[in-house]
């Protein structure tokens, strides 16, 4: 099966850095990854899916990137309410694996 | 709008039987893939199990032979029946619409233990 990666695990940024979190695949998944963004004491929330296409609704300032096995997840311009845990998610072929997360905080 | 409402989780000792559901409406549900996934305690988000609009099943190497996912076009229902329960399927269970996914149920409890 295909192993999902995600670095770093956690990361410490102040509002308005730019944050950068890497997704690797252990095997090509094309672009059929999935961003979630999960804040604490809530239900996850779709944030892009098809590598880079961004979710209706969901901030400009979130983007993706990355094809076959490396994927990266950009926060341009971090806010106060992006502190979360994001994963990601390969749903190419089953199973459809998780990342094991990346929590953000605000320094 | 999109709801879904999970139930049938709660206090099961190791080796026991639990069957969820959850409860689907504002959309055509027979034309949408469903998964269960779960979240342990302070843990990352688990994908455990898949059935397609078509009936087509797929599970996490981790439940396999143990859970039983079914849906039920004409109830609007998906399920969930976990059998040989342990300790490490201590988790909220969240039904979840599509892959990706785009809607999730507020989740039910599912605590293994003696």
């Known amino acids: 099966d295909i192993q999902m990666t995600q670095s770093p695990s956690s990361l410490s940024a102040s509002v308005g850095d730019r944050v950068t979190i890497a997704c690797r695949a252990s095997?090509?998944?094309?672009?059929?990854l999935a961003w979630y963004q999960q804040k604490p004491g809530k239900l996850p929330e779709l944030l892009i899916y098809?590598?880079?296409t961004l979710q209706s609704g969901v901030p400009s300032r979130f983007s993706g990137s990355g094809s076959g096995t490396d994927f990266t997840l950009t926060i341009s311009s971090l806010q106060p309410e992006d502190v979360a845990t994001y994963y990601c998610?390969?749903?190419?072929?089953?199973?459809?694996?998780f990342g094991p997360g990346t929590k953000v905080h605000i320094k | 709008e999109v709801q879904l409402v999970e139930s049938g989780g709660g206090l099961v000792q190791p080796g026991g039987s639990l069957r969820l559901s959850c409860a689907a409406s504002?959309?055509?549900?027979?034309?949408?893939?469903m998964n269960w996934v779960r979240q342990a305690p302070g843990k990352g988000l688990e994908w455990v199990s898949y059935?397609?609009?078509?009936?087509?099943?797929y599970y996490a190497d981790s439940v396999k032979g143990r859970f039983t996912i079914s849906r039920d076009n004409a109830k609007n229902s998906l399920y969930l029946q976990m059998n040989s329960l342990r300790a490490e399927d201590t988790a909220v269970y969240y039904c979840?619409?599509?892959?990706?996914?785009?809607?999730w149920g507020q989740g039910t409890l599912v605590t293994v233990s003696s």
């Open positions: 059935i397609s609009s078509g009936g087509k099943i």
């Open positions: 095997q090509g998944i094309t672009n059929y």
């Open positions: 098809a590598a880079s």
């Open positions: 998610q390969k749903y190419n072929t089953a199973p459809f694996t």
């Open positions: 504002g959309f055509t549900f027979s034309s949408y893939e």
């Open positions: 979840a619409r599509e892959l990706p996914i785009d809607s």
